[in-house]
């Protein structure tokens, strides 16, 4: 079992920065794989990133590659989304999730969090 909490989320004016932190629960942190997903409003859930577990795997979407960086930080069992230039259509809300396997799809994750709201104003 792993829970997830993320954090981080905000308002942000187009071609700023903010940085979403997931903590993980759990001892077996490393073993999971993470990701972050997007729901924008009126739109199904999308990936964004992911991470496999030693950190040297990593995919990006493609609407988001060279602007975003995943992350993740066994010590603190946290994964992280550096995101900058943003643009209003990265409006969503931001989920972390865990899955046994390195995936680009939702079905993959076992374990999502509650998710951060980040809206980016033009």
């Known amino acids: 079992q792993v829970q997830l909490v993320e954090s981080g989320g905000g308002l942000v004016q187009t071609g700023g920065s903010l940085r979403l932190s997931c903590a993980a629960s759990?001892?077996?942190?490393?073993?999971?794989?993470m990701g972050w997903f997007r729901r924008a409003p009126g739109k199904e859930r999308e990936f964004t990133a992911a991470?496999?577990?030693?950190?040297?795997?990593?995919y990006y979407a493609d609407s988001v590659k060279g602007r975003f960086t995943i992350s993740r930080d066994s010590a603190k069992n946290t994964v992280y989304l550096q995101m900058n230039s943003l643009k209003p259509e990265d409006t969503a809300v931001y989920y972390c999730?865990?899955?046994?396997?390195?995936?680009?799809?939702?079905?993959?994750?076992?374990?999502w969090g509650q998710g951060t709201q980040v809206t980016v104003s033009s």
């Open positions: 759990g001892r077996t942190f490393s073993s999971y794989r």
């Open positions: 999730a865990a899955s046994p396997s390195l995936g680009v799809h939702s079905r993959d994750y076992d374990y």
């Open positions: 991470i496999s577990g030693s950190g040297s795997i990593i």
